[in-house]
C-alpha cells in the first residue's frame, strides 16, 4: 500500500484529491494539510511513500516544503507537485528542490494517478505539456551543474552514462531494465550511485542535468 501526504490550501482540491486517491485499491491518503508547516509536520510524524504539494500554500510554499522533506537520507520524501500554475520559475524551483515529479492539475484523473505510482517506485515525473519547453529553456538559462559534460565520461560508467540517456527518453526504472536486459534492482543500484556523481537528488534532476549539458539534446530520442 503506498500511503501519501496532500497539501493545498484549497479544501475543494484537497476533498478531491483524497477521493480520487482513496478509490485506489493500492494507495491511500494517510493525511492532509491546508499549508506547508502542516505539511512538513505531518510529513515527518507520518512518513508517507509520497507527498503530493500544491505550489502557492500558507506559511510555507511547495518549493520550501519540498526542500525540507525530499532532502538527501533514508528519510526523505519523493514529491509529487501537483499545482495549476506552469510558470517556468515554479517548475525550476520545485525541480531544483528535489521534486520527484511536476503535473498541472488539469492532467487526467488516472494520469494523476499514475504520477503518484511512479514517484512512488522512484520514477520521476513531469508533465507532457510542459516537458520540451522547461527543458528547453532550463538548459539554455541555467548554469551547468558542479559535474561538467566533459568530466561525466570520466565519472560515469558506460553503463550509467546508458541508464542516463534512457531516463531522459522518459523510461521508468521496468523500461530501462527490459531495453538493457538486466534486473530492476540493477538499474535502481546504478541509479543510487550515479545520482551523487552528477550532484543531483533525484532522477528527475539527473534528466534536467543531462539536457543542461548537452549529454541529450531537446528532440533527441
Known amino acids: 500500500m503506498t500511503r501519501i501526504v496532500i497539501a493545498d490550501d484549497q479544501p475543494l482540491a484537497r476533498a ?24 512538513i509536520a505531518l510529513v515527518e510524524e507520518l512518513r508517507p511513500d509520497v507527498a503530493c504539494l500544491d505550489i502557492r500554500m500558507p506559511h510555507r510554499d511547495g518549493i520550501e516544503v519540498t526542500r525540507r522533506i525530499a532532502g538527501d537520507g533514508e528519510r526523505a520524501t519523493p514529491v509529487l507537485i501537483l499545482t495549476t500554475f506552469d510558470l517556468d520559475d515554479y517548475v525550476f524551483g520545485a525541480l531544483e528542490a528535489g ?26 515525473t513531469i ?7 522547461i527543458l528547453t529553456e532550463f538548459a539554455a538559462r541555467r548554469r551547468l551543474q558542479p559535474v561538467t559534460a566533459q568530466r561525466a565520461d570520466g565519472i560515469l560508467t558506460a553503463r550509467e552514462r546508458d541508464i542516463l540517456l534512457l531516463l531522459a527518453q522518459g523510461m521508468s526504472n521496468e ?26 537528488r533525484s532522477r528527475l534532476q539527473a534528466v534536467v542535468w543531462a539536457y543542461q549539458n548537452r549529454i541529450v539534446a531537446v528532440g533527441e530520442g
Open 16 to 39: 478531491g484529491l483524497r477521493a480520487l486517491l482513496d478509490a485506489e485499491p493500492d494507495l491511500e491518503v494517510v493525511g492532509v494539510a491546508a499549508d506547508g508547516l502542516e505539511a
Open 175 to 200: 523500461e530501462i531494465a527490459a531495453e538493457l536486459v538486466v534486473e530492476v534492482s540493477t538499474v535502481k543500484s546504478h541509479l543510487a550511485r550515479m545520482l551523487p556523481k552528477l550532484g543531483v
Open 127 to 133: 508533465d507532457q505539456s510542459l516537458t520540451r519547453r
Open 99 to 124: 521534486a520527484a515529479g511536476f503535473l498541472l492539475k488539469d492532467a487526467e484523473p488516472q494520469v494523476i494517478v499514475d504520477a503518484v505510482r511512479r514517484v512512488a517506485r522512484g520514477d520521476g
